[in-house]
């Protein structure tokens, strides 16, 4: 299990933010962490493998993106909320993630 | 040498969705086009106004002339492909855009579809397709192939790491749907379209189709193309001509047509559909990007 400090927190909810406000084309200030990713982003899937692919290319980690869709059948993903604690739980887990939900 | 490819995207996306994003110039262009077309095929321009098959024909008319008029603005840019590839019957829209058949022949393709829907609902056939997001294609291969024989279902189009169309009998691509969101995909469902594109069952309910596309006649296209069945550049009227013969029921392979295209040297892949459908579901390596008609508009 890798560590979760509050600096790698704040990096990954920054990120999230981040690339939702741009792939959404709203501001990053709209966003806030009971966004609805349906009702208030208008996301889908195609945007969270990208987010994946993101954040295992910038912390060097494999992700099998059959851990995550087995993670959110326990926990699905309907906010912005749920898709930070996702992510650290991916960062510190990786994909033994599946146990975590 | 190739640089530039121009990826023009089949029948899908939701009409309202594909003219939403034209703009103003592009948009009366679009019904001058869509008003030609529509009086060629013997149909209403006012989509609502047909209906039975004609409303679904009418529908599907609207991507190639959207791409028709997205591949004519990108033209008058000086923004000229070097080569092109097609998704699914995006094949028929390159090959009325890069000039191997006119545009009026596109649209007669469209309408062969219509014996097709009606041979299907005559013999009562129930087929689907489904879009399953989360497995590379070896995987997705080995999951499917465990439960289900070729002749239920196959992967219609393996789109990229990640993304790939599931094809074949109704029940097979509920119950695979099931068993893949299981299995762990972050999305799985059926597109209800009735018909199973890019499998083999559906030569025998497009043979109107395959004959048309045997008999229009066809030129060597402007640019060349790439086929998503074997890879091969499709420099002539003959192989232009074999791709759209074998296009409704064939499994295609659009991830490796694009690794293709990479290898012949492509760094730049413009998405000539109007919502931009098909930068979201291809990947391409680093050091290449997919370019949108929004990007080239700006």
Not at chain 2, 166 to 175: L, Q
Not at chain 2, 218 to 231: G, I, N, Q, R
């Amino acid at each position: 299990m890798r560590e979760l400090t509050n600096e790698i927190k704040a990096e990954i909810k920054d990120m999230i933010f981040d690339y939702y406000a741009e792939e959404c084309e709203v501001e990053k200030s709209e966003i806030n962490e009971n966004t609805s990713l349906q009702d208030d982003l208008d996301s889908d899937s195609l945007m969270l493998v990208e987010l994946i692919e993101m954040t295992a290319e910038k912390y060097d980690m494999d992700i099998k993106l059959q851990s995550i869709g087995k993670y959110m059948l326990k926990a699905p993903m309907n906010t912005m909320n749920d898709v930070i604690e996702m992510f650290y739980k991916v960062y510190q887990y990786g994909n033994d993630i599946i146990e975590q939900a | 040498m190739y640089n530039r490819a121009f990826l023009f995207n089949g029948i899908g996306p939701k009409y309202e969705k594909l003219l939403a994003k034209l703009t103003p110039e592009m948009t009366e262009q679009y019904q001058a086009y869509y008003s030609k077309a529509c009086e060629h095929l013997g149909l209403h321009k006012d989509i609502e106004k047909n209906h039975g098959y004609d409303a679904k024909i009418a529908e599907w008319l609207v991507p190639f002339v959207c791409d028709r008029v997205i591949f004519e603005k990108c033209i008058a840019q000086g923004i000229l492909p070097d080569i092109g590839v097609g998704y699914s019957s995006g094949i028929v829209s390159a090959t009325a855009c890069f000039g191997s058949f006119p545009y009026e022949a596109a649209y007669d393709i469209v309408k062969t579809h219509r014996s097709m829907l009606i041979a299907l609902d005559e013999q009562q056939v129930k087929l689907d397709t489904g879009i399953i997001v989360g497995f590379s294609y070896d995987d997705l291969l080995a999951l499917l192939r465990s439960q289900f024989s070729e002749e239920e279902l196959v992967i219609g189009s393996s789109n990229s790491s990640f993304h790939a169309m599931i094809s074949g009998k109704a029940p097979a691509v509920e119950k695979a749907i099931e068993l893949c969101t299981n299995e762990g995909a972050l999305k799985a469902f059926r597109l209800g379209t009735g018909t199973a594109f890019h499998h083999e069952i559906m030569k025998q309910y497009s043979q109107e189709y395959i004959q048309y596309c045997h008999n229009v006649t066809y030129k060597d296209p402007k640019y060349p193309m790439l086929s998503v069945f074997d890879m091969s550049i499709l420099d002539t009227a003959e192989k232009v001509a074999h791709e759209n013969q074998i296009n409704v029921y064939t499994q295609m392979r659009w991830d490796l047509a694009l690794k293709e295209l990479e290898k012949l040297g492509v760094k730049e892949f413009i998405d000539i559909s109007a919502n931009g459908s098909l930068s979201k579901l291809s990947r391409v390596k680093r050091g290449c990007r997919i370019y949108t008609f929004e990007d080239v508009c700006a």
